[in-house]
């Protein structure tokens, strides 16, 4: 595609249930960064992929969110039995050469997760 | 894990220049210093970024101090459309990590 590709847009659920949520990165972009974003503050590192392989979860808050990106292109970031304190916009990012002086990165639109 | 620091908040007076400085005291000497800005409503976009020289591109200028330990964004002439929330993140590793940035407002 032409950009970075986030789904759903917005995400109503109810705490306790699971949600999926979706980034398809501009095709052949080698690095894939997950951040949350709360309202007035900036982007919160969460994890990064570099092809299939997660370089780094430190910043994943606990053990409910997950991030895989089993073919090293379409990634899913998965938060189990949800709360509300994980409401915030969800964003993806991608670059295409890690380590490269062409280490820039594309955003999505990002998912607006709201728990009630 | 290397850090930035920013001024919260900064002003600025339509089509004059703005310098938006960023201190990295504890930068590494492989970390690459890059500039995003986050219009209101939208995701953060690339702006510029270099490594040891002064960097030129449509969008703005950097200016990387010779020790490396701070950095300036320069925009030239300021419009509206530039107010922004601007973040200097140290590309350490592929660590791209945010902060608070520091948010522009551009007065008519």
């Known amino acids: 595609g032409a950009g970075v590709s986030q789904s759903p847009r917005y995400k109503v659920t109810k705490r306790g249930q699971d949600v999926a949520l979706r980034c398809d990165p501009i095709?052949?972009?080698?690095?894939l960064y997950w951040y949350r974003q709360a309202l007035g503050q900036g982007p919160e590192f969460l994890t990064y992929?570099?092809?299939?392989?997660?370089?780094?979860k430190s910043g994943l808050p606990n053990d409910r969110f997950s991030a895989e990106r089993p073919e090293g292109s379409i990634s899913t970031l998965t938060i189990q039995r949800t709360e509300q304190r994980d409401s915030a916009m969800y964003r993806c990012?991608?670059?295409?050469?890690?380590?490269?002086?062409?280490?820039?990165?594309?955003f999505g639109s990002g998912t607006q997760l709201s728990v009630l | 894990d290397a850090k930035t620091t920013q001024p919260n908040s900064m002003e600025s007076n339509e089509e004059e220049p703005v310098h938006l400085p960023c201190n990295h005291s504890t930068i590494s000497g492989t970390d690459y210093i890059h500039w995003y800005r986050q219009l209101p409503s939208q995701g953060p976009e690339y702006v510029i970024h270099g490594l040891t020289s002064n960097v030129n591109n449509r969008m703005a200028s950097l200016a990387i101090a010779e020790d490396r330990k701070s950095s300036t964004l320069i925009l030239h002439r300021a419009t509206l459309r530039d107010a922004a929330v601007y973040y200097c993140?140290?590309?350490?590793?592929?660590?791209?990590?945010f902060g608070a940035g520091t948010r522009l407002t551009v007065k008519p």
């Open positions: 992929f570099n092809y299939e392989a997660q370089q780094d």
């Open positions: 993140i140290l590309d350490n590793n592929n660590d791209m990590r």
């Open positions: 095709s052949g972009h080698v690095s």
């Open positions: 990012a991608s670059s295409l050469a890690p380590g490269t002086t062409n280490e820039k990165l594309f």
